[in-house]
Structure formats: structure tokens, C-alpha cells
Nanobody, 123 residues
Framework: QEPLVESGGGSVQAGGSLKLSCAASGYTDGHYCMGWFRQVPGKEREKVAQIHGDGTITYADSVKGRFTISQDKTKNTLYLQMDSLKPEDSAMYYC?????????????????WGQGTQVTVSS
């Protein structure tokens, strides 16, 4: 598989917006779930949003109404639009892909990870 490659991170003030992109060649054909995770030092990686292979979208409660996950299959790219950013959104953000099954996504079965992109939100 081609590597997942994130871009678009950076520094922004609280209330601002950022849009992350993930080059995901080979993963947008419906056989995979695609997702965005984030992690801060000393804490477990947290799933922020995912798109199931059937198109179903879910979000973590902490980002509902502020973040939007989408994908452009013609460009093999996954996006995360982040609006109304808060300092607590600061983290390393990772794009990921996991095998799709009927009842969900196999995030616990060796998912593919990008290298991460840093998001820093200042108050």
C-alpha cells in the first residue's frame, strides 16, 4: 500500500480554522474505513472522526459540530475541516486506514498510519 501522508497542520488562534489533508492512494475504494486520530504526549491516541467504507460518518463528542471529515475519491484524499478550534484541540493529528467489516472497522487489527501533522491552538 502507498503510505498515508498528512498535510495542513499548523498554528492558529482559538476560534480559527484549519483543514487537514491526507493523501490516501489505495484506501478510498470502499474496502477501508478512513479516520483521523489525535494524540498529545502522555495520553492515548483518540479517534476524532471516521468514514466507514459504506460512507457512514461518526465523530467524537468533543468535536461534533466543529469538525467535518470528508473524502474526494477522485483525488484519493481524505480531509478534516476543523472550525471553532479550541486550545484543547492541540495535538498531533494522524490519518489512518483500517479494514472495513460489515459491523464496523478493524481499528485494533494493525491499521495503517500516516506520520502525523501537528496542530497547535493558542488562546
Amino acid at each position: 500500500q502507498e503510505p498515508l501522508v498528512e498535510s495542513g497542520g499548523g498554528s492558529v488562534q482559538a476560534g480559527g480554522s484549519l483543514k487537514l489533508s491526507c493523501a490516501a492512494s489505495g484506501y478510498t475504494d470502499g474496502h477501508y474505513c478512513m479516520g483521523w486520530f489525535r494524540q498529545v504526549p502522555g495520553k492515548e491516541r483518540e479517534k476524532v472522526a471516521q468514514i466507514h467504507g459504506d460512507g457512514t460518518i461518526t465523530y467524537a463528542d468533543s468535536v461534533k459540530g466543529r469538525f467535518t471529515i470528508s473524502q474526494d475519491k477522485t483525488k484519493n484524499t481524505l480531509y478534516l475541516q476543523m472550525d471553532s478550534l479550541k486550545p484543547e484541540d492541540s495535538a498531533m493529528y494522524y490519518c489512518a486506514a483500517a479494514l472495513r467489516v460489515v459491523l464496523g472497522c478493524l481499528w485494533n487489527r494493525d491499521p495503517y498510519w500516516g506520520q502525523g501533522t501537528q496542530v497547535t491552538v493558542s488562546s
